[in-house]
């Protein structure tokens, strides 16, 4: 997460349209990457995943998702 800059009030959109699978390092670098947005004062959320990442992952609990290109 070298470099990962979020300015306050920012949004980090992490667009999985092409992630087809995910283990646990995967989570571990979007939960990061989650933390240093929140940690700048921006905000982190995912969208065009084929799952929910709690869904994948097994967790119960929800994040925020969108859908985008028309899936």
Known sequence: MDGLTVAGGYLLLLDLA??????????????SARSLAIEQGGKCTSASARRTPHAASG????????????R
């Open 18 to 31: 092409g992630l087809r699978f995910c283990d646990s390092s995967g989570i571990s670098a979007l939960l």
């Open 59 to 70: 967790s119960n609990t929800a994040a925020p998702t969108w859908r985008t290109g028309g």
